[in-house]
């Protein structure tokens, strides 16, 4: 059993149609398979129940047939097999939401047309995993996308060998008028021909290849240049490798969406990398140098300045990753830690007491906060 409209959109029965649109569209927001935390399935069951809702509640007909009838008095409304997004209607209303990446997932700019008239198929995404190196470095990947294609033996047509005829009920227009009187004239209604579902033609025999659909689904092999400097989120545009158009229209557009995984030694920030070193206490003090392995693999000589602190970032410049239209490089930032040994021999013991004992004095002395010195004077006061 499907669930309520007004449940699924958090809306009272008596909602007016601003309340219901300011629902879908914060709930869209939220459950949009682009933005959602969700598991893409999830997200996308999730956002067509929201969108379903909506369909039936924005129209004042159909909502008024759910309100009698409950789930049935709208199912003949969508195809046998449910609600689908040609049946979405409201593709300005979420068009705004997302700009035109998805104009044609929602048949976007068919509504009010007649159904034979060309227009573009829909767009797809296609979701792609990157290593950082992958965006140091671009990356060329062979992607298998699923699309529908016209179906050749009956060129679009859904005919057995192409043959068709203009249907007889609509004159091949796709749409028929139906004239009502009423108290303040007569009121013209357009609807889709029910003899050829709006197509303008009819087949005495159903093409045997697409089963009359005048499309097939099949795998296109895309080489694809993936290149540096991509981002989280990024998209990659190939043209017309959607799916294939209505009527002659043209093949929507596929859209590669980019995600960085996460690297186990650097951060990304931006085109800077982030990474970690220890040294040793002498280093610090007395300064040094470390090696640094940069994001490639290559090893670089750090110096480390005297009287490094800990936590201090030092930066290898050039070391991070490209800049989006550009040629130069961000850079590497190196945070420094320490490493405290666990174990110490005998004779670092006696080394480190002996540097412990005159540091003493030192620390005492002027080279210290007047803070700590006040804390100080206090305790010797208390002891005394
Ligand atoms: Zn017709
Ligand atoms: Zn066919």
Known sequence: MPRDYYEILGVEKTATPEEIKKAYRSLAKKHHPDVSSDPKEVAEAKFKEISEAYEVLSDQEKRSLYDQYGHDGVKQQFGADGFSWNDFTRAEDISDIFGDLFGGMFGGGRRGQSRNAPSQGESLRYDLEITLRDVLEGKKVNLDVPHTVVCDPCKGTGGKDGKVTTCQTCGGAGQVQQVRRSPFGNMVTVSDCPDCRGRGRTSAEKCPHCRGSGRITKDSHIDLKVPPGMEEGMRLRVTEAGNAGYNGGPPGDLFVVIHVKQDKVFDRDGSNLWTGITTSYPKLVLGGEETVKTLEGEKVLLRIPQGTQVGTVLRIVGKGLPRTNSSSRGDLMVRVSIN???????????????????????????????????????????TR
Do not use: F
């Open 340 to 382: 405290v040994p666990k174990k110490v021999t005998d004779e670092e013991r006696e080394l480190l007491m002996k540097l412990d004992s005159s540091i003493k004095p030192a620390s005492s002395g002027k080279g210290k906060s007047k803070l700590s010195k006040k804390i100080k004077d206090t305790l010797d006061d208390i």
